[in-house]
């Protein structure tokens, strides 16, 4: 292998792992749209509060 392919290979496993940590801090701090409990009445309360 070349000089450039290993610096190729080098910065794209560099890369990755950054995008993978990135990725995981992300999903770590957010919550699942559908394990919200009570998602019915916070609707109903939305949109009475946008009809005033």
Same mark, same amino acid.
């Given at each position: 292998?070349?000089?450039?392919?290993?610096?190729? @290979?080098? @910065?794209?496993?560099?890369?990755?792992?950054?995008?993978?940590?990135?990725?995981?801090?992300?999903?770590?701090?957010?919550?699942?749209?559908?394990?919200?409990?009570? @998602?019915?009445?916070?609707?109903?309360?939305?949109?009475?509060?946008?009809?005033?």
């Amino acid at each position: 292998m070349t000089k450039n392919k290993k610096i190729f @290979l080098a @910065l794209f496993i560099i890369f990755m792992a950054i995008m993978l940590w990135i990725g995981y801090d992300i999903s770590r701090r957010t919550t699942f749209p559908g394990s919200k409990g009570n @998602l019915k009445e916070r609707i109903s309360t939305e949109t009475e509060s946008d009809k005033k």
